[in-house]
Nanobody
């Protein structure tokens, strides 16, 4: 089993920045691919960004490309999501997820473990 705990969410003005963290425990973190998804009120959960176990490959949704950056520190069992130039449409609950697979990381079905989520609110 893997436990994931997100932190770093909050309220920020449009154009601002936030950094989300996701701390993992219970398994060898360096063997897991990691992803971030988000869900806005009344909408389906959507893929945001993912990173393979080694960090050698990353995947971004078009809506966040060039604004968000995913990184991981395997020594700290933590994955980060740096969010810059935030927009009101980025408002959502952000979920961290872990997968044993290194493929199809843009699909929520690949992920085996999920965190509880952290709220990000961007005001206009």
């Amino acid at each position: 089993q893997v436990q994931l705990v997100e932190s770093g969410g909050g309220l920020v003005q449009a154009g601002g920045s936030l950094r989300l963290s996701c701390a993992a425990s219970g398994r060898t973190f360096s063997s897991l691919s990691m992803g971030w998804f988000r869900q806005a009120p009344g909408k389906e959960r959507e893929f945001v960004v993912a990173i393979t176990w080694s960090g050698s490959s990353t995947y971004y949704a078009n809506s966040v490309k060039d604004r968000f950056t995913i990184s991981r520190d395997n020594a700290k069992n933590t994955v980060y999501l740096q969010m810059n130039s935030l927009r009101p449409e980025d408002t959502a609950v952000y979920f961290c997820a872990a997968a044993d697979s290194g493929a199809y990381l843009t699909s929520a079905r690949v992920y085996d473990y999920w965190g509880q989520g952290t709220q990000v609110t961007v005001s206009s």
